[in-house]
């Protein structure tokens, strides 16, 4: 754990109690005297240094012992443009995306995305919170969402498409914005619509899976 998100950060003192509690003291086997980082959620670029005063058997007493502006994100910024799939295809792979520095994730309803599928940006900010504090990123990801893909192209013009194509994604590819689409891929009238965008493909034979396409892509890129 590089640091520990907490709505009172930045405060003189600092109460763990809860689950917070149970992680650093029970899990971790923090004590008296050790320092640990916290970032508050509405700051995440700022980290407070607190040292343990206390311990009893269900609370910890924390106090403040420096703070500054620690920002850590990737080098290179990436926007994925990806078409709805399962939340659980999403769930899986978002604490990875996460890792390699993803700067922000449009999802968009294309011809193939099954309409019952909901983005629950909720829920992903939560799984978002638990690799930040894990990989030590400060900055948090940003989520959206678009009606199709043409209104993605439309705030987006400098887009690059992932599909089956002559050029294959190599080192400093210059990428800021990638497209992907959803299982079974984009439909005859999306690729009519895309045939004037730039398009690229992974070095494989494998047919990847959507979430694995934007893992091998996001990996590629920013590292």
Known sequence: ???????????ERLTLKGESFKYIIKVRRHQ????????????????????????DGRTAVLELRSQATETVKAAKRLHIGWCVVDSKSVEKVLPLLNELGVAKITFIYCDRSQKNFKADFKRYERIL?????QCGRSEMMVF???????????????TVV????????????GIETVLIG?????SEAEREMLSSQRMVRLDTLMI?????????IASKILL
């Open 144 to 158: 959206d969402e678009k009606k199709n893909i043409e209104a993605f192209l439309a705030e987006n013009p400098e």
């Open 208 to 216: 990847l899976r959507s979430e694995t396409a934007a893992t091998a």
């Open 32 to 55: 008296a005297g050790d320092e640990l980082g916290f970032r508050n959620p509405k700051d995440s670029e700022r980290l407070y240094r607190y040292e343990i005063m206390t311990v």
């Open 1 to 11: 754990m590089r640091f520990l998100f907490d709505d009172e950060a930045g405060k």
């Open 129 to 133: 919170e638990s690799s930040m504090q």
């Open 182 to 186: 959803s299982e079974g891929g984009f």
């Open 162 to 173: 992932f599909d089956f194509c002559e050029e294959v994604l190599g080192e400093g590819s």
